[in-house]
């Protein structure tokens, strides 16, 4: 029955006193941000902890929450800023991120592996995301956030744009420089395990 | 669908397939080009998304059984001791919470259209400022009287008076003709007067 609320109707119900309510939002959003945080920091931790920051911080703050904007934006732009808040705490204390496909430590992300699949797939699965998260942590923040945004966020550029408060062609531009970026890497990539073999 | 459209569609994370974008590629060479040239990207994001919504499914299968196991191993706060969530997150929340309210009604204010009764305002200023313009105008013609000249009639005492009314009164007279040093003196008159009056 919750499933047929919007946001916005959920959080005048939280605001109301309905704070049970408040768990059909956290199901909604927290795998988005979850994968967005594990792209950026590939520790699960972290991310879990930020994800869940973000909402106690959503909910402390629901007074202040205005239905002429949608929950989702409010949502990304709390936990975009805690990220970034995250992100230069990180700087101080710099992180090798490794790349290794079968010696997985503490600190990479496994892809939980779906039942259907075999070893050889999750094996290669997990190094196509280690991959990924390398080339993304080499793309300038503003970049890489924006193509976390769009594509384990799952955001319209509309919202991708509000919530990074930049504008609509500002933020498909980042996209499109960011993709053009990142082919380009995979690219090279491939070329260079080619001349190997 | 314009190539705006359809660069939407290239990068959404799951319609990136969908029979309207193929179309528009098979039409397009610079869209199809563009796919092309970013499908290293692309498939990766795809591939993972793909295979991450496979596993969103399996895990909402098992969510029940992991959520009490998880309750069980995981501290509810950080072993720190300090508190999860800080003043300064909340104040960030509160911030982009008024951010966003501007923002969207700044949005609003300029996609909407004028409101139809502060246009008809308008229109009623502008003919109300025509119209006293007018009533002005004819106000002034009427309160002009026939022998005066605009000017002339201001020249303070003590200076030249306006020998072109003279004139005038003496054309007026059919007996009287103007000679060229009358001319002369009409037009001194006229200088001095009109440029000590755009002086003042």
Redesign the interface.
């Known amino acids: 029955m919750n499933q047929n609320l919007n946001d916005a109707d959920i959080m005048k119900r939280v605001c109301a006193g309905d704070f049970l309510l408040f768990d059909e939002l956290v199901l909604r959003y927290r795998e988005r941000l979850l994968r967005f945080a594990w792209s950026k920091y590939g520790r699960q931790v972290a991310a879990e902890d930020l994800v869940q920051e973000a909402f106690l911080a959503a909910f402390a703050a629901r007074e202040t929450y205005n239905p002429t904007f949608a929950f989702s934006t409010w949502l990304w732009t709390i936990f975009l800023n805690l990220c970034r808040r995250h992100y230069k705490q990180q700087i101080r204390q710099p992180r090798e991120m490794v790349r290794s496909s079968f010696s997985a430590s503490e600190d990479t992300v496994i892809p939980e592996p779906s039942s259907s699949e075999t070893p050889l797939q999750a094996v290669l699965k997990t190094e196509q995301f280690e991959l990924l998260t390398m080339y993304l942590a080499e793309l300038p923040e503003v970049q890489a956030d924006t193509l976390r945004l769009r594509f384990f966020g799952g955001m319209k550029f509309t919202e991708i744009a509000l919530t990074m408060d930049c504008s609509l062609s500002a933020a498909k531009i980042r996209v499109k420089n960011g993709l053009l970026q990142l082919a380009h890497r995979f690219s090279e990539d491939t070329a260079s395990e080619g001349d190997v073999s | 669908m314009n190539c705006?459209e359809a660069?939407?569609l290239i990068?959404h994370?799951?319609d990136h397939q969908c029979e309207e974008l193929q179309w528009h590629l098979q039409l397009c060479p610079r869209c199809r080009q563009m796919q092309e040239?970013?499908?290293?990207?692309?498939s990766?994001?795809h591939?993972?998304?793909d295979?991450?919504s496979?596993?969103?499914?399996?895990?909402n299968h098992y969510s029940d059984l992991q959520q009490s196991t998880d309750h069980e191993e995981l501290p509810a706060f950080?072993a720190a001791g300090k508190p999860?969530?800080s003043a300064e997150?909340?104040r960030?929340?509160?911030q982009?919470?008024?951010?966003?309210?501007a923002?969207?009604?700044m949005n609003?204010k300029a996609n909407s259209p004028a409101p139809l009764k502060s246009s008809h305002k308008r229109l009623m200023n502008a003919a109300l400022i025509l119209m006293a313009g007018v009533l002005m105008g004819w106000g002034i013609s009427l309160e002009v009287p026939e022998s005066s000249v605009p000017g002339a009639a201001s020249a303070p005492e003590g200076k030249q008076s306006c020998v072109w009314i003279a004139q005038r009164d003496e054309i007026s007279r059919p007996a009287v003709r103007m000679d060229k040093s009358s001319v002369n003196s009409v037009v001194l008159s006229c200088v001095a007067c009109h440029l000590q009056s755009t002086a003042e």
Do not use: G
């Not at chain 2, 040239?37 to 692309?42: E, G, S, Y």
């Open positions: 705006d660069f939407d990068t994370p799951t040239t970013l499908a290293p990207a692309l990766s994001f591939q993972l998304l295979a991450s496979e596993v969103d499914e399996h895990a950080p999860f969530l997150t909340v960030m929340a509160e982009a919470a008024t951010r966003l309210s923002e969207t009604d609003r």
